[in-house]
C-alpha cells in the first residue's frame, strides 16, 4: 500500500523543505479532535479545551470534519507562507469548486467522492448523493454539508474566522515554540538535500518515505494504492512538531503534492501483559485486519463501509472484526441501524510506536 509521486522531469528546486503555520494548525486542531492518537500531547489538549471560550469550542465541533479523521487538501500549502494569515489569503483564493470537493472528501469520507464528477455545486443529482453520503457519517456531517452546499461563501468565511479565532486563543502562543524546532529541522533536510542529494534528504524524513531506485518516483507507505505526479509543479515536504505519529499527503488530482512529516522523538511504549500482546499480534498477523485498522484509525466506521473501501463481502469483513474485537483492539457503538467500530488506540499503543506509527499514517 503506497502512494508514488511521479517526479520525472522535476526542476531545480522542484522538491522544497518549508514550515507552513496553517499546515501546523491543521495539526493541533488535529489533536484536539483525536487525543488519542497523540497521548504524548494529552496535557496540552487539555489545557487548550479548558481555556476556550464555549463559542470557539463549538465552532471547531461544527467543522471538525475538515481535520479530524483526515483533513482537507487545502489546508496544506504547496507554496507555504511566513504567516498564517498569507496562507488563509491564499486559500481564500481557491475557487468554489475546489474548496467544496476537497471539504466534501473529508465529511463524507475519502474513498466515496469521485474526482471528475459533476459539481454538487450546479449539479442536483451529484448535490443530493453528497447530502447522502454525509447523512450516512452521522447528523453534523450532514449539516455541515447542508451549508456547505447551500452557501459556500459563507462557510469558507466562517472557517477563515474560526482559524483566526484559534490564533487568538492558542495557536499564536505555541507556534512561537514549536517555529524553532521546525527550523531546526528545515535546517537538516535543506542541507542534506544540498549536499547528498533527495534520496538522503527523504530517507531522512521517514522511513516510510523511500526514492524509487529508478530516481523518478518518491514512495510513500500510506493507507491504500495511489499515484500523482509532481507535473513540473515540484513536490513540498512539511515538517510538523503536533503532527506525529501521522503522515499527511496530499494526492488529488488538481492538487500539486505535499507532505507532511512529524519531528521529535516518540515517547515509550506501555508494557502489556505477554497473553494480551500474543493475543493482538495474532490478531494483527492477518493483512486484512491490518488494512482494516488502518482505515479505523482515521475515524469510526461500519461494517459496510469497511466493506466498500476494500471492495471485500460484508461477511468477510464481519469475521475479521470479530477477531480484532476479541483481541481488545476494537469498540463497537450502535447508531440507530448501524453498528460503527472504533479502534482502541491506548491498546495498540501499547504494542509499540512503531506499530502505531505504521498504522496511523
Known amino acids: ?49 479548558t481555556g476556550l471560550r464555549p463559542e470557539l469550542a463549538e465552532r471547531l465541533r ?16 504547496a507554496r507555504p507562507r511566513p504567516t498564517l494569515a498569507e496562507e488563509l489569503d491564499d486559500v481564500d483564493r481557491i475557487d468554489d469548486e475546489r474548496y467544496v470537493t476537497a471539504a466534501l472528501v473529508t ?47 459563507a462557510v469558507r468565511a466562517r472557517v477563515r474566522h474560526t482559524f483566526e479565532r484559534c490564533a487568538e486563543a492558542f495557536f499564536d502562543a505555541t507556534w512561537a515554540g514549536v517555529a524553532v524546532r521546525l527550523a531546526t529541522d528545515l535546517r537538516l533536510k535543506n542541507d542534506l538535500l544540498k549536499r547528498q542529494g533527495i534520496a538522503a534528504a527523504l530517507a531522512s524524513v521517514s522511513d516510510a518515505v523511500t526514492l524509487a531506485p529508478t530516481g523518478d518516483c518518491i514512495i510513500v507507505d500510506k493507507l491504500q494504492d495511489k499515484a500523482t505526479t ?64 488502518r482505515n479505523l484509525a482515521r475515524g ?37 441501524r448501524y453498528v460503527r467500530y472504533t479502534l482502541d488506540l491506548p491498546a495498540l499503543a501499547a504494542l509499540g510506536s512503531d506499530l502505531l506509527a505504521a498504522v496511523l499514517r
Open 300 to 336: 469510526p466506521h461500519t461494517n459496510r463501509e469497511l466493506a466498500h473501501a476494500w471492495d471485500l463481502t460484508p461477511p468477510e469483513v464481519s469475521r475479521h472484526l470479530a477477531v480484532l474485537r476479541r483481541a481488545g483492539l476494537l469498540t463497537p457503538s450502535r447508531h440507530g
Open 107 to 153: 465529511t463524507c469520507g475519502s474513498n466515496r467522492i469521485h474526482f471528475g464528477a459533476p459539481s454538487p455545486l450546479t449539479d442536483a443529482t451529484e448535490r443530493e448523493r453528497a447530502l447522502d453520503l454525509a447523512q450516512s457519517r452521522g447528523a453534523l456531517q450532514e449539516a455541515f454539508a447542508e451549508r456547505l452546499l447551500a452557501d459556500p461563501a
Open 230 to 293: 509532481a507535473d513540473g509543479t515540484g513536490v513540498t515536504f512539511i515538517p510538523s512538531v503536533f503532527g506525529r505519529p501521522h503522515l499527511v499527503a496530499v494526492h488529488a488530482p488538481g492538487w500539486q503534492p505535499v507532505v507532511q512529516y512529524p519531528v521529535g522523538e516518540p515517547g515509550p511504549a506501555e508494557p502489556v501483559p505477554l497473553e494480551t500482546v500474543t493475543l493482538r499480534l495474532e490478531a494483527l498477523a492477518h493483512p486484512v485486519r491490518l488494512r482494516l485498522l
Open 1 to 49: 500500500m503506497t502512494l508514488r509521486i511521479d517526479i520525472g522531469g522535476l526542476p531545480p528546486g522542484g522538491l522544497r523543505f518549508a514550515a507552513s503555520p496553517l499546515a501546523e494548525l491543521t495539526a493541533m486542531l488535529h489533536v484536539l479532535a483525536e487525543p488519542g492518537h497523540h497521548p504524548q500531547l494529552a496535557g496540552w489538549a487539555g489545557d487548550v479545551w
Open 62 to 77: 461544527e467543522a471538525e470534519f475538515l481535520w479530524r479523521s483526515s483533513q482537507a487538501d487545502f489546508l496544506y500549502p
